[in-house]
C-alpha cells in the first residue's frame, strides 16, 4: 500500500496536470494498492505550510518507509517511480 | 499631463539609508536589494524587517530561500536587536530552501507557495515580506521562461497584497542570467545595490541606489559599516558646517598649558597633536582626560592597537590617576585593533559608542591609526568626519596622530586633520649635547591668543611640566643646558646678593664707624668741656682762695677787724 499526499494550487495548470499525470501512474502501476490524498493549497494554505510545502504542484510519499518528496508537474515519470519506489 | 506623484515612503530605520534614500522604501511597493555574497543584503533586509515591528509595530514575512531560516536567525543574534522574542509573534520566518533530496519532475510554480504566504499574512497582519535569495529559487526553475513567468507571479502578488517587499538577489560578475535580474529591476520601484570588495587587503562595504521612481535619491557610493546595531549606511557630508562656537574655556590639562593657550580650550573645539613615537601625546592626552573627569564631565579614552590596562598603568606612573574614575563610571576605555578593521567601520563603532555614553570630553589615541588599514583617502574621509560629528555634539576633542618624520615641514599629518583642527601642538625631540628632550610648540588654536614660544615638556612622577625656556643666541635650552643655564642664573643671583650684603656690611661697619668716630669726639667734647669747667672753677678757687688769702692776711696783719671794716666801707 502506497500513501501519497499531492499538493495542488486547484487549477494551475501544473497542478491539472499532476493529477492527471499521477492518476496515470496509479492506475497503470499501483492496481488500487494505494491511498491518496489531494490537498488545495488555495483552500488550505497553513495545512500546506505546516506540511512543509513549498511550491506547487508537489507529491509526498508517505509510506513506505523512505519517505519521498517530487516536486513538479509529475511529467518525468521514470522519476516519480523511482521516487515512489515502483519497479518500472 | 498627470503629474507623477511621489511614492509614499516608509523609513527603514537603518541608520544613514534612509537619509540616502530621502525617506526610506516604497511603501507598499517593492524593492530588489542586490549583491555578491556576503555584501548584507540578508542583514538590510531582516533590519527592515525588525525596525518595522519596534518602530510602528508593523509585522512582517521573510522567505528564506538559501539559507536555512534557523541559521538566519542564529546570524541576526549577533546583532543587538532582540530578534528571539521577535521570531514566533511579530515576524514569520518560512524555510523555503528546496531540500537537495527532492526529487524534480518537470514544471512547477509559485502559485501554491503565494497562497500559503497570503494566508499567514493575514493571520498575521504582516505589512512587509522580504524574499531573500530569489536567484536561489529561479535556478531551481531551470527554465527562463518559467523564471519570468514566476517573476511575474510574485509581482502581481504582491501588487495585490499591498506590502512593502524587498526581494534579495545575489548578483555575481561574469554570470550569465543577468537578463532577468534587468527584467526584475524594471519591475521593481526602487533598487538598492550592495557591494563588497577587497580593498587594500580589506573588505570594503558600499551601497548605492541605483533606481527609485519618482523620488530624489542621492546617487553615489556611500561606505556601509556593519556594527553591534546592524548595517550603517555612512551619511553624507553635511555640505553646510553648523556648529555653535563656544567661549567657555576648559582645561587642556594643566594649568600651565592653559597659559600657553591664553586661557585653555573652547569647549567643543578639538585639538591634534602630533609628534613622532614616545614624545608623550598619550600624556598630554591623558591629563586631558584625567582635567575633565576632575570636572566631573564623561569622558571617553578610545585607544587604537593598545590596551587600556596598560595605558591606565603607563599614565599612573607620570602622576594620571584613571582608575578612580573608571571606578565611578565618568571616564570609560575602549581599545581596539586597527590591521582587521577598515576605518568606516571604526567610524561606526565610535559613532554607536558616542552615542550610548554620551561624552563631554574625548580622547582618541592615536587617531592616525585608523589610516593603517584599507584606503588612505577613506581613512581620512573618516577622520574628518568623526572631527566634525564630534563637533557637532560639542564633545571637546583631543586626538593624537603619529608624524613619520620630526622636521617642521612634514608636520603635517597623512589623514589632514591639522586643517580641521582648531588647536594643534607639536610635540618634538630636541637633541642637543647629547640628550634628547621633549619640546612642546602649539603650531596653531583658532580664536584664542597662544604662546608661540617653544617649552620643555618634562615628565615628572606628577604628571607633565612645561618647563621655561631659556633662549640663548636664538635656540631655546633644554635639558643640561637649561638645567645649565638656570643654574648660572642662580649663581649669579647668588653673587648679586653676596654682593649687596657685602657692600651693605660695609656701609653698615662704616656707619658705624662714623657713628664711634662721632662718639668718640663727643667724649672728646664732653672731656673738653668738663676740663673747661673744672679750669674754671679752680681758677675761681685760685682767685677766691687769693682774695681769701688776702683777707686772711690783713686780717692777721691788722688786729682791729672794726677799723678795717670801716675803713674798708669809707674808703
Known amino acids: ?88 | 499631463m498627470a503629474i507623477p506623484q511621489a511614492l509614499p515612503k516608509i523609513a527603514t530605520g537603518v541608520l544613514g539609508f534612509d537619509d540616502l534614500s530621502r525617506g526610506g522604501l516604497p511603501r507598499g511597493r517593492t524593492t530588489l536589494l542586490k549583491g555578491g555574497p556576503g555584501s548584507g543584503k540578508t542583514v538590510f533586509a531582516l533590519q527592515c524587517l525588525v525596525n518595522a515591528v519596534r518602530m510602528r509595530r508593523e509585522r512582517g514575512l521573510f522567505v528564506a530561500f538559501e539559507e536555512s531560516t534557523r541559521q538566519i536567525v542564529a546570524n541576526a543574534a549577533t546583532f543587538d536587536w532582540g530578534l528571539g522574542p521577535l521570531v514566533k509573534r511579530k515576524l514569520f520566518f518560512l524555510d523555503a530552501r528546496l531540500s537537495p533530496e527532492v526529487v524534480h519532475s518537470g514544471e512547477f510554480d509559485l502559485s501554491g507557495m503565494l497562497a500559503m504566504l497570503k494566508a499567514k499574512k493575514q493571520e498575521l497582519g504582516a505589512r512587509w515580506i522580504v524574499f531573500d535569495g530569489i536567484d536561489v529559487l529561479l535556478t531551481l526553475l531551470r527554465d527562463p521562461a518559467a523564471e519570468m513567468r514566476e517573476i511575474y507571479r510574485i509581482r502581481d502578488w504582491l501588487a495585490d497584497n499591498e506590502m512593502t517587499a524587498i526581494i534579495t538577489a545575489k548578483t555575481e560578475r561574469g554570470l550569465s542570467d543577468a537578463v532577468n535580474y534587468d527584467f526584475m529591476q524594471f519591475m521593481v520601484d526602487c533598487v538598492v545595490r550592495l557591494n563588497r570588495q577587497l580593498e587594500q587587503g580589506l573588505s570594503m562595504h558600499r551601497v548605492q541606489i541605483t533606481k527609485y521612481r519618482g523620488s530624489d535619491f542621492l546617487a553615489g557610493e556611500v561606505p556601509v559599516s556593519f556594527g553591534a546595531s546592524g548595517m550603517e549606511v555612512a551619511p553624507p557630508e553635511p555640505a553646510e558646517i553648523l556648529h555653535r562656537a563656544s567661549t567657555e574655556r576648559i582645561s587642556a590639562g594643566f594649568e600651565r598649558l592653559d597659559k600657553m593657550l591664553g586661557g585653555g580650550l573652547f569647549r567643543g573645539s578639538s585639538t591634534l597633536i602630533t609628534g613622532l613615537p614616545g614624545t608623550s601625546k598619550t600624556t598630554l592626552a591623558g591629563k586631558f582626560a584625567e582635567a575633565a573627569c576632575r570636572r566631573g564631565e564623561r569622558t571617553l579614552f578610545v585607544s587604537f592597537d593598545e590596551g587600556s590596562e596598560p595605558i591606565v598603568r603607563n599614565l599612573g606612573s607620570v602622576g594620571i590617576q584613571f582608575r578612580p574614575h573608571l571606578k565611578s563610571g565618568l571616564l570609560r576605555m575602549y581599545s581596539a585593533r586597527t590591521e582587521s578593521t577598515s576605518a568606516d567601520d571604526h567610524l561606526v563603532k565610535l559613532k554607536s559608542l558616542i552615542r550610548d555614553y554620551a561624552p563631554r570630553c574625548m580622547v582618541i589615541d592615536p587617531l592616525s591609526a585608523i589610516g593603517k588599514a584599507g584606503g588612505l583617502a577613506a581613512a581620512r574621509a573618516v577622520a574628518s568626519r568623526l572631527i566634525y560629528m564630534m563637533k557637532d555634539q560639542g564633545i571637546t576633542v583631543f586626538v593624537t596622530a603619529i608624524n613619520e618624520g620630526d622636521d617642521p615641514a612634514a608636520e603635517a599629518t597623512d589623514l589632514e586633520v591639522s586643517t580641521i583642527a582648531d588647536t594643534w601642538i607639536h610635540l618634538s625631540y630636541v637633541i642637543r649635547s647629547g640628550e634628547r628632550n621633549r619640546a612642546l610648540t602649539i603650531i596653531k588654536s583658532r580664536g584664542t591668543w597662544h604662546s608661540n614660544q617653544v617649552r620643555e615638556l618634562i615628565l615628572g612622577a606628577t604628571g607633565p611640566v612645561l618647563a621655561d625656556v631659556y633662549t640663548a643666541g636664538g635656540e631655546v635650552l633644554m635639558g643640561t643646558l637649561r638645567w645649565e643655564k638656570e643654574d648660572e642664573e642662580r649663581g649669579k643671583t647668588l653673587q648679586r646678593r653676596a654682593a649687596f650684603d657685602h657692600k651693605r656690611r660695609e656701609l653698615q661697619v662704616s656707619e658705624a664707624d662714623t657713628r664711634a668716630r662721632i662718639k668718640a669726639m663727643e667724649n672728646d667734647l664732653e672731656r673738653q668741656r668738663t676740663e673747661l669747667t673744672l679750669f674754671s672753677s679752680e681758677h675761681d678757687a685760685r682767685l677766691l682762695s687769693s682774695s681769701e688769702r688776702e683777707k686772711e692776711l690783713r686780717r692777721k696783719r691788722d688786729a682791729d677787724p672794726a677799723k678795717r671794716n670801716g675803713s674798708k666801707n669809707g674808703a
Open chain 1, 1 to 88: 500500500m502506497v500513501v501519497m499526499c499531492l499538493y495542488v494550487a486547484r487549477d494551475a495548470p501544473n497542478s491539472v496536470r499532476a493529477v492527471a499525470n499521477l492518476a496515470e501512474i496509479c492506475k497503470q502501476y499501483l492496481h488500487g494498492r494505494f491511498k491518496l490524498e489531494i490537498v488545495d493549497v488555495l483552500k488550505s494554505p497553513l495545512r500546506a505550510l505546516k506540511d512543509g510545502v513549498l511550491v506547487t504542484p508537489s507529491l509526498a510519499k508517505l509510506s513506505p518507509a523512505p519517505v519521498a518528496k517530487i516536486v513538479g508537474n509529475l511529467s518525468d515519470r521514470a522519476s516519480v517511480l523511482q521516487a515512489l519506489g515502483i519497479k518500472g
